[in-house]
């Protein structure tokens, strides 16, 4: 039996991502708290990066208003608190400029028909400073992983040689990042 499911966290008051894993085989996930309860949405790196810089672009684009209007929280008539967890398909990132609140939405559909998942939304939302600061460790985060080649841009394994096709074709030999 699918069971669709859409949830607001409304302001959240904890936001954080992290990557579990070792460099190579990392999982990413953002972490977001609020009074109704907590959502883990897991992603892929360049989800995650994207996002990071999605919300720069907006920082950067737009300026805090002067007098911000009061953010309108949806309804919330749950009588337990949400308590979700999955592997995001599609991210949204809508920002209100009047109230100068961003708000992600992280939806998974199911994968077939044959599938026993329903359709799940979290909607969960944050000022300004929280978006600087998520923005800013979205970033570090991403980065913290297999440093890329200077060349080629390919990540560089630890411990291994690297063959760089841009230092000189197939020549292994003359690779300056390898040994």
């Not at 008539?77 to 949400?82: R, T």
Request: with cysteine.
């Amino acid at each position: 039996m699918n069971v669709d499911e859409r949830s607001d966290l409304g302001l959240v008051h904890y936001l954080q991502c992290e990557s579990v894993g070792e460099p190579g085989g990392r999982t990413f996930n953002v972490t977001a708290r609020s009074a109704r309860g907590e959502a883990v949405v897991w992603m892929e790196k360049e989800q995650l990066y994207q996002t990071g810089l999605s919300l720069k672009r907006i920082l950067v684009a737009r300026e805090s208003p002067v007098d911000a209007a009061i953010f309108q929280e949806p309804a919330y008539d749950a009588y337990a608190p949400i308590k979700v967890e999955f592997k995001t398909d599609e991210l949204a990132l809508q920002h209100d400029p009047a109230s100068d609140v961003f708000t992600v939405i992280a939806r998974h559909m199911p994968n077939d028909d044959l599938s026993n998942d329903g359709f799940l939304e979290i909607a969960f939302s944050f000022h300004r400073d929280k978006a600087k600061e998520i923005s800013e460790r979205c970033f570090t985060v991403v980065a913290a992983g297999r440093k890329p080649c200077p060349l080629c841009e390919l990540p560089l394994e630890t411990g291994a040689s690297h063959f760089c096709v841009k230092v000189n074709g197939y020549n292994s030999s003359e690779n300056p990042m390898g040994s």
